[in-house]
């Protein structure tokens, strides 16, 4: 006989144990235990295993949406039956991208079902006024309890539908909150089984909490097909679309959006647009062609260095790698004749972006010296290479694709790792600077 149990799990991880435990083993986080009842597991029927070369190969027609940037962070669109996370500070958007998604899924003839648990139906009507929607084959329900969505979901029968927030929903028997580990878990499970046995694709909006993870915690990450972020910096009018896991397509791919009067626009050329407003010839400008996915994407890094007016001179990294600056500022210092032990060093991507390849290394290294002896890099170049320890230059993947990006924006010259220029193998449409050592890198641009 099955009978109600009580475990415990962690809320930051989803580890469970029979007893609670002060420190979690999974991930080391304190304190993060919570209890949990759980039912009597129910039966279910038994799955029949199956030699995988008599599946039959289901089309996967994937529900392609008429946004190009979020179909191609989706993969080239939405896998039926699938649960896809989408996160994202406060106010960065979330609701907007996923109302204007649902009012063009309607648009093309296809029933939605947007679930809010955090607006109104009039609210919603007011933002969906502001994006010029329709709402012809959109149902709006103001609901929180996954059985009740549900069941209007059975007699709505749409093909999409959008769950906005997990955090307010809630299933009834459980008895923790609305928003609790243990419920976010359980509603999720839940649209999940629900999602699979009918085929309908669930996008469920997450709450991010301070530390910049999905509320409600990695257990969800866990569970779902995929999580995309929505980000962007709160006065800049950029929004990137990241996918951060996806077990039907890559995830290093960004898809860009505005948000502009009307919601959130497609930026099909982010490059020209990140671009357009810089002053060209700036001392500590230097700009970096990065590879986002498989597209190229051309930014500005900026960086501003002054004297430490007192005790340990101070570092700010926005957009790049806080260890990664340390160590650039260290390799700097000790190997290139930069001194920088006295200095306060502000390293800043424009645009919001943020990098995370080291490709950018020699970029941010010449931004900082640009600044520091005070001396502009020439504003037709482009700068790429990995920078080590011993102030060497390391070869760039992908270069072909990066200097054709910086062509077709009109840069002339491109200062690479000698390295990479001898695994070149077309001739390139730029002119190329090679160099062997940050030191020299620095001795051609900064002449
Ligand atoms: P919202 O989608 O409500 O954010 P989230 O669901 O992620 O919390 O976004 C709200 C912000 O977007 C708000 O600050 C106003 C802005 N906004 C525009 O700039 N233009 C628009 O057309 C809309 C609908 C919102
Ligand atoms: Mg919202």
Redesign the pocket.
């Given at each position: 006989m099955t009978r109600e149990r009580t475990v415990f799990i962690c809320k930051n991880c989803g580890h469970e144990s029979l007893k609670w435990l002060g420190r979690c083993p999974g991930c080391q986080e304190w304190n993060s235990y919570v209890e949990k009842t759980q039912g009597p597991a129910s039966t279910r029927p038994q799955a029949v295993a199956q030699e995988l070369s008599q599946v039959a190969t289901e089309q996967l027609s994937r529900l392609v949406l008429p946004y190009s940037e979020f179909n191609r962070v989706l993969g080239g669109g939405i896998v039926p039956g699938s649960l896809v996370l989408i996160g994202?500070?406060?106010?960065?958007?979330?609701?907007?991208?996923l109302l204007q998604v649902a009012g063009a899924v309607a648009e093309s003839g296809r029933g939605v079902l947007y679930v809010s648990g955090e607006e109104s139906v009039n609210q919603i009507r007011l933002?969906a006024g502001?994006?010029e929607i329709l709402g012809e084959g959109l149902y709006l329900l103001p609901e929180t309890s996954v059985e009740n969505i549900l069941g209007s979901a059975e007699e709505i029968a749409p093909q999409l539908m959008i769950i906005?927030s997990i955090q307010t929903m809630y299933r009834e028997g459980l008895p923790s909150t609305a928003g609790s580990v243990g419920q976010v878990r359980e509603c999720t499970l839940r649209l999940m089984q629900w999602a699979k046995s009918s085929g309908v694709p669930v996008l469920l909006?997450g709450h991010v909490t301070k530390d910049g993870t999905i509320a409600g915690p990695h257990v969800l990450e866990h569970i779902v097909d995929v999580v995309l972020y929505?980000e962007g910096e709160r006065f800049s009018s950029y929004r990137l679309l990241r996918g951060v896991k996806n077990r039907f397509g890559s995830i290093n791919e960004v898809g860009v959006f505005e948000?502009?009067?009307?919601?959130l626009v497609e930026v099909t050329n982010p490059s020209e647009a990140f671009l357009s407003q810089r002053a060209e010839g700036a001392i500590g400008s230097v700009i970096v062609p990065t590879l986002e996915g498989t597209r190229p994407l051309l930014v500005e890094i900026q960086a501003l260095t002054s004297p430490s007016s007192f005790g340990l001179p101070r570092r700010t990294a926005n957009g790049v790698d806080f260890n990664r600056l340390l160590l650039l500022c260290a390799v700097l210092t000790r190997r290139a004749g930069v001194s920088l032990s006295n200095q306060d060093v502000i390293v800043n991507v424009v645009g919001g972006i943020k990098i995370s390849e080291p490709a950018a290394d020699l970029g941010v290294a010449l931004a900082i010296s640009s600044s520091f002896r005070g001396v502009k890099v020439d504003p037709n170049m482009v700068a790429l290479g990995e920078v080590g320890l011993s102030g060497e230059l390391r070869p760039v993947s992908q270069l072909e694709r990066r200097l054709a990006e910086g062509a077709n924006l009109g840069f002339k010259t491109c200062l690479l790792p000698t390295p990479s220029r001898a695994g070149l193998s077309s001739p390139p449409q730029i002119e190329l600077i090679a160099a062997d050592s940050l030191a020299q890198a620095l001795k051609l641009a900064l002449a």
């Open positions: 994202g500070d406060p106010g960065i958007g979330k609701s907007t991208l933002r502001r994006l906005d909006v929505l948000m502009g009067e009307q919601g």
